[in-house]
């Protein structure tokens, strides 16, 4: 990609964010881990975090090679994040579902604007970024399938819990976007 004419200000903003998402969800899942880790839906939860683990990779790439500088709130989202988590999977593995199936939601959505702005800036400027955003889309989703098929829907209080948990996410975007 190159870095001749490109909107500075959107590419930085949309790097941030999404790097803090991205860790966000990787503490979310070791939350979820450290307490249904050794549970039936242990393999399941492993392998939705291996795949943010990829995520998060790339956005620390993109990141050194935009040069784009992490969200000041690192360290709250590693505790936020993990407390999450960890919080929601003490309800159940329907506590942990209902948690995924809410975030996963959020951040699809989110990458959704994204590849909007984009399209609307210049589809052929930002194709290695698109493609990013739109594979990572299409796993998120998937996690929100996962979650559903894995009884999120039965966790105590759903919907509260989900748009609860929603409004937190739309938080920490709004954050992550400009600090
Ligand atoms: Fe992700
Ligand atoms: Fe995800």
Redesign the pocket.
């Known amino acids: 990609m190159t870095l001749d004419n490109i909107n500075w200000a959107a590419v930085d903003r949309i790097i941030r964010v999404d790097h803090a998402g991205?860790y966000g969800?990787n503490r979310i899942y070791a939350g979820q881990m450290a307490v249904l880790g050794r549970t039936s839906v242990g393999p399941v939860i492993q392998k939705m975090w291996d795949?943010?683990k990829d995520?998060l990779k790339k956005f620390n790439e993109l990141m050194v090679a935009f040069r784009v500088r992490p969200t000041i709130l690192m360290p709250f989202w590693n505790v936020v994040g993990f407390a999450l988590g960890a919080g929601t999977a003490l309800l159940g593995k329907e506590g942990a579902m209902a948690c995924t199936v809410a975030v996963e939601e959020s951040?699809a959505h989110h990458y959704n604007n994204q590849i909007r702005t984009l399209m609307e800036e210049d589809p052929e400027k930002y194709e290695e970024l698109l493609q990013v955003i739109r594979k990572?889309r299409d796993?998120?989703l998937e996690h929100h399938d996962i979650g559903l098929e894995h009884d999120a829907q039965l966790a105590p209080a759903y919907a509260v819990l989900k748009s609860v948990i929603q409004a937190g996410c739309r938080v920490a975007i709004y954050l992550s976007e400009r600090f």
């Open positions: 991205e969800a795949q943010e995520h951040i990572f796993e998120e």
